[in-house]
T-cell receptor
Framework: GQQVMQIPQYQHVQEGEDFTTYCNSS?????IQWYKQRPGGHPVFLIQ?????EVKKQKRLTFQFGEAKKNSSLHITATQTTDVGTYFC????????????FGDGTTLTVKP | NAGVMQNPRHLVRRRGQEARLRCSPM?????VYWYRQLPEEGLKFMVY????????ESGMPKERFSAEFPKEGPSILRIQQVVRGDSAAYFC?????????????FGPGTRLTVT
């Protein structure tokens, strides 16, 4: 079945450093979504990417969807302590199927 | 627009009892997903439902677990004869699944503890 892999599993950074998490699918995706889960909280939808090569920005966060629509990345510039949490990607393979496959997430810790 | 509601937020059950977890999707969403999460782990997909229909239950254990999403009322995840290994956070999410909108909105979760 479809697999979505995320790396790294954990990332520890000093406040102010950049952070990137990568998401790779074994199959071509229709779209990819990114979520953030704060410690003790629930996943919160951040963004959805649909087009090949698409790049979207939300303040210090930059999301990219690969040209082949099989990989994606989330980059955070100048991390802050409020960025701590686990970032999940979720890939949708077939439109109308409605079920996205989640990666295992990258847990980010930020040292002040 | 109210978000996804889940209740109870915390549930304690003794081994052998039944646990019933409820999820009310966002207004206008007819697709519901249930996930299970152990501490420090990822989201494990359990079941995907539409009103009165189970679309994908490939993540549900074969025994003791069942889910429904009736025409009226919330979606229910039911765990019969709970065991200690069922202790986890159970998240429900809803999605419009319309056009290009497949994003999922999660509820706050139900933390189940089996003693």
């Amino acid at each position: 079945g479809q697999q979505v892999m995320q790396i790294p599993q954990y990332q520890h950074v000093q406040e102010g450093e950049d952070f990137t998490t990568y998401c790779n699918s074994s199959t071509t995706l229709s779209n990819i979504q990114w979520y953030k889960q704060r410690p003790g909280g629930h996943p919160v939808f951040l963004i959805q990417l649909v087009k090949s090569g698409e790049v979207k920005k939300q303040k210090r966060l930059t999301f990219q969807f690969g040209e082949a629509k099989k990989n994606s990345s989330l980059h955070i510039t100048a991390t802050q302590t409020t960025d701590v949490g686990t970032y999940f990607c979720a890939g949708l393979k077939v439109p109308n199927a409605g079920k996205s496959t989640f990666g295992d997430g990258t847990t980010l810790t930020v040292k002040p | 627009n109210a978000g996804v509601m889940q209740n109870p937020r915390h549930l304690v059950r003794r081994r052998g009892q039944e646990a019933r977890l409820r999820c009310s999707p966002m207004k206008g969403h007819s697709h519901v997903y249930w996930y299970r999460q152990l501490p420090e782990e990822g989201l494990k997909f359990m079941v995907y439902l539409q009103k009165e229909n189970i679309i994908d239950e490939s993540g549900m254990p074969k025994e003791r677990f069942s889910a429904e999403f009736p025409k009226e009322g919330p979606s229910i995840l039911r765990i019969q004869q709970v065991v200690r290994g069922d202790s986890a956070a159970y998240f429900c999410a809803s999605s419009p699944v319309e056009g290009v909108h497949y994003e999922q909105y999660f509820g706050p979760g139900t933390r189940l503890t089996v003693t």
